[in-house]
């Protein structure tokens, strides 16, 4: 008897040991349950929970096999919600539920196969069940309760890009009594919170005044007591900045001025710090900083729908485009400006007269709105384009240029941007301690000779944003034009040169994001698509889970299209595969139409049969197989070209993050040249020069429910979603949340729902207008972050897998442009309205302290 007490005693202690797990790991297993039932969710489990002991994962593999089970327990709504219940049959058996309910069951009956214990808590837990409602306004009301008014939100993260710096060594967390001789009577008695050799931070009581700049002259008493410093007048510092902490203290940041020049107290000092190194702990905040601000970095960069265009000087005389960087998202627009030949006539559009009017423009970031179209004669390709500035200074041929320009296929709308680029910003070295190891030096290479001669030249970073919208196009089209004026636009024509100059065009390199190894190799196939039509052609690369081939004749297939594929020559090697009509689905299409990416295409829950062929060819042959590799042009150039754009962003780079089963934005990015409506955001700012609030600039819910749901049906290739965001803002109001109002419009809204919103804007606020363009994540580029990584995880693990952590919660990069200066002309409202309200905006932002 007592024995079988003993085991109930235990198990009644696994129970509730296991509940308080469960709890604990509550929002992880919501963002589980968000992927169960996916073919992937094996593999999603094991990276999500990768961090976790062996007990813990295996009790939340039980949770998650308990959701998947089963069940036959009928759902009866009827007084648990606020919705009209209705009977619904399912499987042949009846439950009770209003619409909410059954648009829950139906979606998780459809991700989960069947109808499981997941698919029943789903649908007991909709907004209107009376008891979620209840539970949600007692854990409000305990909220409230417990926080302070201004802790209710904490805003998004603050991203300074390119603001973290290499220290020159290492720093540790060491606490000391010293004396600080602030002048020959007023010496203040503080202790040290960190100290490296050629500089400290101090906790000082707040009363005690310091200014930056100011000299000091410091005592290491508690290290006098017991060593022989030879330091009779202190050491002298000085004072870098001043950080108000609470009541009770506060920081100030010092840097020596070696004045003293005593050798034997810098060695004893290197040597004393390299020796407590495991006592005491190493300030790692410069480090972790850096991985957190290049961490954000690297998503951003790849995502940018804006091209990169370098403008260097050429001979000392005429500035020129000399290179572009491209990524997936903004290729496109570099491919426009393409003609014929393939050549780039971005030097024709951008020649020196116009290059001249930008540069003298007053701003640090030079503005304006281009608009082009090109024309096709003999089989040559003409642009023709103009600036917002020229129209209006030519507004005798406003209404031939764009009534005759929009009715064009190839008519654009693009925001320039142009700012100073220097090529010494092309070398940012790590943010490690010169003492943190023997490679530092190998690693912290400066760009190259090679490298050096592309980019010494530079002037200028110019951005081109296409800001094209179909409904401002339609305005365009509007304007009514004489057609025997049409040859007056050939004074906006450029002109084609027989020896065009070089523009250099760089692929942004970043973390390869092929989940396999591709492999190059030559083999017969034959293609079927859906019209029947068998195309023969052959392999150029394969991979596990894709091939890339290359056809003899034009497929019409496209992107999404299911096809087939023979193998023949392969199907020679091997009985145990049957290598015919393999399931394959469409990834992508050259421009030829010869060229095709594929993907296998799973039928059943089975493995295709290519990927175990595959598999198993690859795995026997590496030794014979040529890998993929993108070998660039000119090693080093991509990055360098990176550095120096991020050390000069002008755009606002929001961070889309995973929370439970939806979207919120986590962070916002800043660059050398904040926006506008960074700006604004200051302006409000209560939380800390750390927090941003962001949320009221968007309306209620549409980042964690419209947003979340469009992002989360997208691929990492697919191309960015475009918003149009319309923003109200009243500087007379004292928060931000009571200072903006905004509306969005999907491409599908017309612009006259906003015509009172904008009214309005125009008569008593400021408007601003933003193009919001959203990509999705891939994963994060950790090889980009390897050094600082490692340097954390030797002396914080856990420190170094939290932040590699918090940069897989990012899902989604968001870039809002602000397009106000091309919208306005095209709303048809009075140029009075205009006017005034730019003036009211110009005066707002004049008066904001520098």
Not at 3 to 21: C, G, H, S, T
Not at 112 to 132: C, I, K, P
Not at 329 to 346: G, I, P, T
Not at 434 to 449: D, H, M, V
Request: hydrophobic share 35%; proline share 4%; aromatic share 10%.
């Amino acid at each position: 008897m007592p024995v079988l007490f003993n085991d109930k005693i235990r198990q009644v202690k696994w129970f509730y040991m296991a509940e308080d797990k469960l709890q604990q790991y509550q929002p992880l297993i919501e963002e589980l349950k968000q992927q169960l039932g996916s073919p992937g969710f094996d593999g999603f489990f094991a990276q999500k929970t990768a961090h976790l002991t062996k007990p813990d994962q295996f009790l939340i593999k039980m949770e998650m096999s308990r959701l998947s089970q089963p069940i036959a327990r009928f759902i009866d709504l009827r007084g648990q919600v606020s919705g009209e219940v209705k009977p619904y049959i399912h499987d042949g058996k009846q439950h009770f539920m209003d619409d909410l309910a059954i648009t829950v069951f139906e979606q998780e009956i459809a991700k989960h196969g069947q109808y499981t214990l997941a698919v029943y808590e789903a649908v007991m837990n909709t907004d209107n069940n009376f008891r979620v409602i209840q539970k949600r306004a007692q854990q409000q009301a305990q909220d409230d309760a417990d926080s302070p008014p201004q802790a209710l939100n904490q805003g998004a993260k603050l991203i300074k890009f390119a603001s973290y710096e290499s220290r020159i060594e290492e720093r540790m967390n060491y606490s000391i009594k010293i004396t600080v001789e602030v002048s020959k009577n007023n010496i203040i008695s503080a202790n040290t919170s960190d100290i490296s050799l050629s500089g400290a931070k101090i906790k000082v009581h707040p009363k005690a005044v310091f200014e930056k700049g100011q000299l000091l002259s410091i005592r290491l008493v508690g290290l006098e007591q017991d060593f022989e410093l030879g330091l009779k007048s202190g050491i002298q510092y000085e004072v870098v900045a001043v950080e108000p902490v609470s009541q009770d203290y506060q920081f100030v940041r010092l840097k020596r001025t070696f004045v003293e020049k005593n050798q034997g107290f810098d060695e004893f000092l290197n040597s004393f710090i390299h020796g407590n190194k495991r006592r005491y702990k190493i300030n790692l905040d410069n480090t972790m900083d850096a991985v957190v601000c290049k961490g954000y970095e690297q998503y951003y960069l790849p995502r940018v729908s804006s091209l990169f265009v370098f403008l260097s000087k050429v001979n000392n005389k005429h500035t020129l485009p000399s290179m572009v960087l491209t990524n997936e998202n903004n290729a496109f627009v570099h491919y426009y400006f393409e003609d014929e030949r393939k050549k780039s006539c971005l030097y024709s559009i951008f020649n020196q007269k116009r290059l001249a009017y930008l540069n003298n423009l007053q701003s640090a970031v030079k503005e304006a709105v281009l608009y082009t179209f090109t024309h096709s004669n003999g089989g040559k390709i003409y642009y023709y384009s103009a600036f917002d500035f020229e129209l209006k200074q030519e507004s005798s041929l406003n209404a031939l240029f764009f009534g005759f320009g929009a009715q064009k296929d190839s008519w654009r709308a693009y925001k320039v941007q142009i700012m100073p680029s220097y090529h010494e910003d092309a070398f940012i070295p790590l943010s490690l301690p010169a003492s943190a190891g023997k490679t530092l030096e190998k690693l912290n290479k400066r760009p190259t000779p090679r490298v050096q001669g592309f980019i010494q030249d530079v002037q200028n970073l110019m951005l081109l944003t296409d800001i094209t919208d179909p409904r401002r196009t339609e305005e365009y089209k509007k304007f009514q034009y004489d057609a025997g004026q049409v040859n007056l636009l050939k004074h906006f024509g450029h002109g084609k040169s027989s020896t065009p100059p070089t523009l250099e065009v760089v692929a942004l390199e970043y973390v390869n994001l092929r989940a396999h190894k591709r492999y190059l190799y030559k083999t017969d196939i034959a293609f079927h698509s859906d019209n029947s039509n068998i195309l023969e052609g052959h392999t150029r690369d394969l991979s596990v889970m894709g091939l890339q081939v290359e056809l003899n004749d034009i497929s019409d297939a496209k992107k999404g299209d299911l096809v087939y594929l023979d193998l023949p020559e392969l199907q020679k090697i091997t009985k145990k595969h049957d290598l015919k009509r393999l399931r394959y689905q469409v990834m992508a299409v050259s421009k030829s139409k010869t060229i095709i990416n594929l993907k296998v295409h799973k039928v059943t829950e089975g493995k295709h049969p290519a990927i175990e062929f595959f598999t198993q060819l690859i795995d026997k042959n590496k030794s014979k197989l040529q890998a993929c590799e993108e070998t660039p042009k000119v090693p080093g150039l991509s990055t360098a070209l990176r550095n120096m754009i991020t050390k000069s962003v002008c755009q606002l780079p929001l961070y889309l993050h995973k929370e439970s089963a939806h979207f919120n934005i986590g962070a916002v990015g800043r660059g050398l040249y904040p926006t506008q409506l960074h700006k604004v955001l200051e302006y409000f700012n209560q939380s800390g020069e750390e927090q941003l609030e962001i949320a009221p600039v968007f309306p209620a819910n549409f980042i964690e429910d419209e947003l979340s749901e469009a992002l989360r049906k997208q691929t990492r290739q697919d191309k960015p979603l475009k918003y149009t965001l319309f923003m109200r803002f009243d500087p007379n109001k004292k928060t931000l949340n009571e200072a903006v109002k905004s509306q969005v419009l999907r491409d599908e809204d017309s612009l006259d729902s906003l015509f009172l919103f904008i009214k309005k804007a125009l008569r008593k606020e400021v408007l601003f207008v933003f193009q919001l363009q959203v990509s999705k994540t891939g994963r994060p580029d950790t090889d980009y972050l390897a050094n600082e990584l490692k340097y954390v995880s030797h002396y914080a693990l856990h420190k170094a897998k939290d932040l590699e952590e918090s940069l897989w919660n990012v899902a989604g990069v968001c870039d809002l442009i602000d397009i106000t200066d091309e919208v306005i002309p095209t709303l048809n409202v009075e140029n009075s309205l205009i006017e005034k309200m730019t003036e009211k905006k110009r005066l707002w932002f004049e008066s904001l302290p520098m």
